[in-house]
């Protein structure tokens, strides 16, 4: 062995919310270091998701987004920014 411990080498690949989870996982500074996101069309900034979603949006983005953290930005734009990789 080259003398690195294993978890110097993590990848964390995810699709949708797996790669939203990835990418929080990964962009803490307490966690494990994490050389690698793939990040397969997760979410990365949910307040532009709410406020820009796709369009046709045949999700309901905003719906999804307001049964996933319990309410709107307006009323919970914190919790929306911690649950943004992005930030």
Known sequence: MSGKLIYDRIALMGRSAGAHLASLYAYRPTTVPVRTVV????????????????????????????????GTPSKLGELYRQASPIN
């Open 39 to 70: 990040n397969y069309y997760g979410q990365n900034n949910l307040l532009g998701g709410y406020y820009d979603p796709p369009f046709p949006d045949p999700l309901n983005v905003r719906a999804i987004l307001r049964d996933f953290l319990g």
